[in-house]
């Protein structure tokens, strides 16, 4: 999704050079669109906070050149609509992605403390499969801040981030899941097979 959302961005970004192509190399303001432009475009996934700051105040400056003689109305028009379509588009992919990360904290068992004594119940489940449920949430947390750290990473590389000794089938598993639930995307086959958000 944010791949999609880093090509669109450069679609407006070249656009926005064609049409600041007439302002005079005097005008601060044609430089200063062009900049703004420029950090939204290598805005990474972590700073979608700040990009849609950056997105807001392009808004401004490039209604100042719409009310101007610097651009025709219309180019201000597609390019406002371009670039409310690319935060609309950022902002669900920041939504997305914090609910699963609360759903991986939210699947993290808690400690409640209690005056009363623990009740005990039967499960049809070994007690040995908590630790590993609970291990699995940590390592899907694990797995997506070094994607989001790293970028594009195989398997290999994240089974190298973990400090104990994981397996790369244990790491595939977690990526699998991640993937099903929509939070990871996988490119390429088998060895050359990459993971990014």
Known sequence: MFDESKERALQIT???YR???LFSDAEPLKWSL???ALEILNSGPQELNRVEVLIKGLFLKLELAASGTFISKMNFDVLK???SGLLSSLMSYKNSYQALLDNI???TPKQIISDKPAETTISKKSPIDAPYKAEGGKRKETILM???EKGPSSIGDLTGI???SISEKTVQRELNALVNAGA?????EKRWRRYYI
Do not use: N, P
């Not at 990871?184 to 390429?188: H, I, L, M, Q, R």
């Open 81 to 83: 609509r371009e670039y």
């Open 34 to 36: 062009r900049q703004t």
């Open 162 to 164: 973990f400090s104990e």
């Open 146 to 148: 070094a994607l989001k």
């Open 105 to 107: 904290v939210s699947d």
């Open 19 to 21: 049409t600041t192509e």
């Open 184 to 188: 990871v995307k996988k490119d390429g």
């Open 14 to 16: 070249e656009a926005l």
